[in-house]
């Protein structure tokens, strides 16, 4: 233990012998580190949003749209674009074929028209506006923060209600209580009955916060074209995959998919959407990895270029400490050590910086948490160790091959 010690302290004095030169052949193990570490930290605070973001739906919830859902890398085909919208019909059908799903709600969207929405001076720019059922917000996990959801009695004759979400209640009213009072949508009079409770998913918070609902058939009213529905089915308790396979039996029946062709429309689970995100953040993660291990491969060829620099320094010491018995396994250790001192040592400043660089992501991006993984904090310092170890086998083996009589007499 006490020669391990040594060999460590050694390895420091080495090091901060020459800042300048050690910080400079780090430099790349650093940067490796610090990348993997921040994007690792990214990814995981945006996995966390997700599945904040999903659960605040209901895990027990099904998602049926028309076109596909989750997250879109490519830009849709125009077969996809062809497909005919899903209808109340349709969400009718399942909730009266399918023994495994408990209810059945729908949201319909405004995708021809514009949509004006103002108090006063107030102008709404940023908003998620749509026309939804009575029951919606015990089907979708609709929280209030304060006032009440609209009625059937309200759906059923067309009344001018709405709910907002907690950022679109304060930029029309700010600093005041929208309960009860009108607002416009399109130059119609909309008398605000409730506001939803703050979403916690962060980033992903905008659609459910800055949300505009009315009943489903005053939306109607208003914009008769309009077609767009999601369907939101929850399944009973424990019977989710049960009441997947239902659904999509009833809608291919009812959209007249033949047996050999392929869905015309899209269903998604909770856990469906966060494998999705894991099977693309996966592949990020491999060409992340590609893009650091640069970086730590010229760390480490920076590495060995300076102990072989350093056995060409040492080599009196090294002839004096063979002639006084060290054997050639202490000097393969002797150095290995200190390689591997010098790249933990980057591997300790890549863990630091990207800690502090998460850190200041979320304090500039509160709605991006940068959520730290133990996992790639270890693996990074681990790396960057091994890294000493591979590149200083060729410096430590060639400082144990010295001839000490040779190497005593070397200036």
Known sequence: MIFYREII??????????????????LGIVVGVLTVIVIASILTGMRENIV???????????FAFHLNTGIQISRRSREEMKRKPLTTEDAEAVESLCP?????SWQIMPFRSQVQIQYKNNRLRNYDFSGVPDNYASVANVKLDSGRFFTASEDLHRMGVVVLGPDSAESLFPQSDPIGKQMLINGHPFTVVGVTEASKSGILSSEVDSSVMIPYRTFKKLMPWEEWHILFIRAKPERLQAALGETEGVLRRRRGVKMDEDNDFDLTTADRFIEQFDSITATMGLIIIAISGVGLLVGGIGVMNIMLVSVTERTTEIGIRKAIGATRRDIV?????????????????????????????????PDLPAAIPVWAVV????????????????????????DPIEAVRHE
């Open 333 to 365: 250790f002797q150095f290995l050590i200190e390689a591997m001192t010098l790249t933990g040592i980057g591997g300790a400043l890549g863990v630091t910086m990207a800690i502090a660089v998460s850190y200041l992501i979320t304090y500039l991006i």
């Open 379 to 402: 693996t990074g310092l681990s790396v960057s160790i091994s890294i000493g170890l591979v590149f200083g086998v060729w410096p430590a083996q060639k400082a144990a091959r010295l």
């Open 100 to 104: 495994s799903v408990l209810d059945v």
């Open 52 to 62: 904040t973001y999903v659960e605040d739906y209901g895990t027990d919830n099904i």
């Open 9 to 26: 302290s050694m390895a420091m004095d080495t090091v901060l012998a020459h800042k300048l030169r050690s910080l400079l052949t780090v």
